[in-house]
């Protein structure tokens, strides 16, 4: 059997942009110079045929208008993975056109691509609620997030595995990972939790984003980045935790997905 695995390639100058595939955030970055790489979306794919992408180029955080060397292009490279990383083919995406002197707010674009795959995702969010139909579901979100990070805060890392059993499936399932590597997923990120990574950084300022066509939320910094995230004080570092939740019909809440 094969194990199809889809990237995106792309290379980015001078804007705050934003990558989607089926309408679910792949990268949200703010590149005050260049950036070029690979990053493997699988995890947005969760049936077989046609694969929308959109992108977004805005102005660089702190600023109202595009730069002139803004840009953003990219394409999406099918490989196969059963034995070794074998390039198969490659779909046309996007690319900018160079900024001239109109005062642009926000370029946007996108392009479709077929897709194959030999694995079942557990899409539950396609039958949730639909974000705007929650009530207050602005408080609730942020309600949600701050539940995480007690969860973290207080060391109760049995019910924090059990709040993102279904993200690290769809992960774990996408990637074609054996269920000891996909526990190694989880354990690495606890163990940096335990070892001084226990700082709580949660931006007030954050931002609701909906996603899924309506399905998913999350909180974002000003920045795109993601809102919650755990700093060392000995390393000066952080680690940051991108969820996404969906309103659950059954349990009345927002749940990891």
Known sequence: MKEPYYMVNFSASACL???RINDQPVLTMNVE????TSIPVNYTISSSGKQEVTIKILPLSGT???S??????YSIKYYDTTVGFNLIDTFDGFESAPVNDEKLPLIVGGSFFEAEIPYSLRDYWKNGKDIVDVKNYILEIRKAYKEIANLIVTSRY???KQKMENREYNMATSMYLSAKDSQNRINRMINDFKNGYNQLIFDEKSLPVISAYGKKISL?????????SFGSIEEQEQIMLDIEFYWSKETKQFEII
């Open 158 to 160: 049995d019910i924090l």
């Open 68 to 73: 002139k060397k803004a840009s953003l292009n």
């Open 33 to 36: 110079g260049q950036v070029s």
């Open 17 to 19: 942009f934003e990558i």
């Open 64 to 66: 109202s208008e595009l």
């Open 220 to 228: 974002k910094r000003l920045n795109g980045d993601p809102v919650l």
